[in-house]
């Protein structure tokens, strides 16, 4: 099994602020896809941002940022201009190809956006 | 579209009961599995399938059955519930994301408790 660590269990940022948080994978694969998904407390899992291996160009979803260091196995979520509604946890997820759409997801980090 | 869906939202169970969990999407998705969500540990794959008529395990199938005889439906067999299957349960449907720029679909998550 693939593993994804996600070190910040907790995080907190000022609303109008920039938080970056943090996830590192473990793979031998040279070909694989990262995702971010966000769970508000309606339990709902909603796609942030999708980066695959192959680009080197970092994925970027309006206020929503990668920082992907493909030789460091690293994949950092940066947000931009934080919103009350960002309020959630950060799940962070690998995808090894041709492989049923398995994916690995970290332990997730938990943001609070304070007004 | 109503997406993914799945019933019950909520379920308590005795230890040594069996039930069905209920998944159900109408995008003509492939692929689709099932996780669970402890808290602490991130998402976790239970079963998936990539066509109707085609299971297989992921990380964690123990005590769980799956069957696809559809592509819209994927329902979740506890043949035998213990404490330890005390989790949220998520479905999650999609197409080949190989090939497409897109994502998993999740449901809305089902809580279950094994008292």
């Known amino acids: 099994a693939q593993t994804v660590t996600q070190s910040q269990p907790e995080m907190s940022v000022q609303e109008a602020e920039t938080v970056t948080l943090s996830c590192t994978y473990d793979?031998?694969?040279?070909?694989?896809?990262l995702f971010w998904y966000k769970q508000p407390p309606s339990r709902q899992m909603i796609l942030v941002i999708r980066?695959?291996?192959?680009?080197?160009q970092n994925a970027t979803e309006n206020r929503f940022s990668v920082n992907f260091q493909k030789a460091a196995k690293s994949f950092s979520l940066k947000i931009s201009d934080s919103q009350l509604g960002d309020t959630a946890m950060y799940f962070c997820?690998?995808?090894?190809?041709?492989?049923?759409?398995?994916?690995?997801f970290g332990t997730g980090t938990s943001l609070t956006v304070i007004p | 579209n109503a997406g993914v869906t799945q019933t019950p939202k909520f379920q308590v169970l005795k230890t040594g009961q069996s039930m069905t969990l209920q998944c159900a999407q109408d995008?003509?998705?492939?692929?689709m599995s099932w996780y669970r969500q402890d808290p602490g540990m991130g998402l976790r794959l239970i079963h998936y399938?990539?066509?109707?008529?085609?299971?297989d395990q992921g990380e964690v199938p123990n005590g769980y059955n799956v069957s696809r005889s559809t592509t819209e439906d994927f329902p979740l067999r506890l043949l035998s519930a213990a404490p330890s299957q005390t989790s949220v349960y998520f479905c999650?449907?999609?197409?080949?994301?190989?090939?497409?720029?897109?994502?998993?679909?999740f449901g809305p998550g089902t809580r279950l408790t094994v008292l």
């Open positions: 999650a449907s999609s197409y080949s994301l190989e090939s497409s720029t897109d994502t998993q679909y």
């Open positions: 980066q695959e291996a192959y680009k080197q």
């Open positions: 997820a690998f995808m090894k190809p041709f492989t049923g759409n398995q994916f690995y």
């Open positions: 793979t031998s694969e040279s070909n694989y896809y």
């Open positions: 399938s990539v066509g109707a008529g085609i299971t």
């Open positions: 995008m003509n998705h492939e692929y």
